[in-house]
Structure formats: structure tokens, C-alpha cells
């Protein structure tokens, strides 16, 4: 069966990065897009950053602009995203994602998930 598993979250202080994982079964992330999406409690889960198959083409929200990159490496089957000098709103749950088609920002048009690694900001 299919299973991404995202890793890495954590607590770091504002200003701080991490890089999250996200490590795919079931599926090879070669033909399929793959994004990230986080939720803080409260809200709605929103796009964060996605990458095509061939890595040819990424997008980013507005709020990880000059911050955030999505990365990928086929061969491993695994997805990254590096978060830089983050804030205290970058607190959420962040979940790994992958659909088949250009990268788009819907999250219901996503159709596998991970079941997501916490990030805390601490100011």
C-alpha cells in the first residue's frame, strides 16, 4: 500500500531552519507530483510548496517565499522541504502529499498524505 511518512519536524527557535522529510512506499515519486501542506490548530490546511516529477517546475505560498525549497531525489524516493528563517506562524502540523498532474494548490486534489511531523517556532 501506499505510505509517505514525513520526518524532521521539531522545535527551533525563530530565525532557526530544519529540513523536513518526506519518504515514499508503495509509490515512486518519479511520476508524480509531490507537495507539502501544513495545518496549524485551528485552521485549515493550506499549500506550502510543490515540485513536479522531473523537477522542472516548483511553486511556493507567499509566506515561504525566499525561505523555503522544495527539493526531491528520485532514487531515494523521498521529498524535501528546507525552511529557513522561520517564524512563530510557521508552527503546524506539515504534511507530505502526492498526486498525479502538474502541481496545483487544492489539497483535495492531492491523493496520497502523510500523516505529518509537528514544527514548533519558539520566539
Known amino acids: 500500500q501506499v505510505q509517505l511518512v514525513e520526518s524532521g519536524g521539531g522545535l527551533v527557535q525563530a530565525g532557526g531552519s530544519l529540513r523536513l522529510s518526506c519518504a515514499a512506499s508503495g509509490l515512486t515519486i518519479g511520476t508524480y507530483t509531490m507537495g507539502w501542506f501544513r495545518q496549524a490548530p485551528g485552521k485549515e490546511r493550506g499549500f506550502v510548496a510543490g515540485i513536479n516529477w522531473g523537477a522542472t517546475a516548483t511553486d511556493y505560498a507567499d509566506s515561504v517565499k525566499g525561505r523555503g525549497t522544495i527539493s526531491r531525489d528520485n532514487a531515494k524516493n523521498t521529498v524535501y522541504l528546507q525552511m529557513n528563517s522561520l517564524r512563530a506562524e510557521d508552527t503546524a502540523v506539515y504534511y507530505c502529499?502526492?498526486?498525479?498532474?502538474?502541481?496545483?494548490?487544492?489539497?483535495?486534489?492531492?491523493?496520497?498524505w502523510g500523516q505529518g511531523t509537528q514544527v514548533t517556532v519558539s520566539s
Open positions: 502529499a502526492a498526486r498525479r498532474g502538474m502541481i496545483i494548490r487544492t489539497d483535495e486534489r492531492y491523493d496520497y
